[in-house]
Nanobody, 120 residues
Framework: VQLVESGGGLVLAGGSLRLSCTAS????????LAWFRQAPGKEREFVAT????????DYADSVKGRFTITRNNAKDTLYLQMNNLKAADTAVYYC??????????????WGQGTQVTVSS
């Protein structure tokens, strides 16, 4: 499975962005999926994860209430709706696919990342 993220960009603090992740090869429908991010000089960190059914989700405390992870298995797409963005959200965002939803980076497949920059 090859993952491709899109939707990143430059936004003012308080603004919104929606990231998407699709599979250029294979299908996402049977995988647990997640978003991670990595800011300059920092380790990659968990953002959100969703089960293959879409029923179960989990979020990092830092984004809870502001970000929403969803998936559309018919469109084979993963989303991350990001609202009320803060400068601290600036990072490269990666989608990941694996056998189950998880907070840990134990996923088999990773995208190349999309840059999100929040200007204050």
């Amino acid at each position: 499975v090859q993952l491709v993220e899109s939707g990143g960009g430059l936004v003012l603090a308080g603004g919104s962005l929606r990231l998407s992740c699709t599979a250029s090869r294979g299908s996402l429908s049977n995988y647990g999926l997640a978003w991670f991010r990595q800011a300059p000089g920092k380790e990659r960190e968990f953002v959100a994860t969703i089960s293959w059914t879409g029923v179960s989700t989990d979020y990092a405390d830092s984004v809870k209430g502001r970000f929403t992870i969803t998936r559309n298995n018919a469109k084979d797409t993963l989303y991350l709706q990001m609202n009320n963005l803060k400068a601290a959200d600036t990072a490269v965002y990666y989608c990941a696919a694996g056998p189950a939803a998880s907070r840990y980076p134990s996923f088999d497949y990773w995208g190349q990342g999309t840059q999100v920059t929040v200007s204050s």
